[in-house]
């Protein structure tokens, strides 16, 4: 596995996060020695959404009204039903996942985290997978979409569902490594966008 040593990464999440796909990632990145900050509107605490119920909560460790993107090296979003939703329809949440995805720092976004990537317009002819239900929109955005365990498309790093975190991991610490990547032709405006 390689080492995240020395690198910083932000973990952008608000409440109804699926609690496995925020502390299974978060753990990996840890062990490979980065340093992980819960970035949040939301202050002190977010609450994680476990299959049914709500269940525990974490820390904010930065606020997303003072978190700036160039601080940190890679980006990763949890899904969960309730949390990209938020997210989406919230200006903030959605210029600091543009900022990285501009800057071509790999970003990470598991089950319904892509949601909150095509509010930025910038998924135009990516290679992406997600949860089933979010297919249609990701398409819809330009994505060419694809039912696989994990994706890996120029540094954006994208998976199914919690059964594909072993893999998501791997490929998300895999690409953190690897650092920027190119931005010319990485990123290009949706379709509606180009309208």
Not at 159 to 176: G, H, Q, T, V, Y
């Amino acid at each position: 596995m390689p080492s995240l040593q020395g690198k910083k990464i932000a973990l952008l999440s608000d409440n109804g996060f699926e609690e496995e796909e925020l502390t299974s990632p978060k753990k990996a990145l840890e062990e490979a020695g980065a340093k992980v900050d819960i970035v949040s509107a939301q202050q002190g605490k977010i609450k994680a959404w476990k299959h049914d119920h709500w269940s525990i909560e974490v820390e904010v460790n930065a606020n997303l009204e003072k978190a700036d993107s160039q601080q940190y090296d890679a980006l990763m979003i949890p899904g969960g039903v309730i949390n990209p939703d938020q997210m989406r329809v919230n200006p903030q949440y959605v210029r600091f996942a543009q900022e990285f995805l501009e800057a071509g720092k790999p970003v990470a976004a598991i089950c319904h985290g892509p949601q909150l990537l095509i509010e930025t317009g910038m998924i135009n002819g990516k290679e992406m997978t997600s949860y089933p239900s979010i297919k249609t929109d990701l398409i819809n955005a330009g994505v060419n979409w694809q039912d696989k365990e994990v994706i890996v498309d120029n540094g954006l790093v994208t998976s199914r569902s919690p059964k594909d975190l072993e893999a998501f991991n791997k490929k998300m610490i895999e690409e953190i490594a690897e650092g920027r990547h190119d931005t010319r032709n990485a990123f290009s405006p949706s379709p509606a966008q180009q309208a």
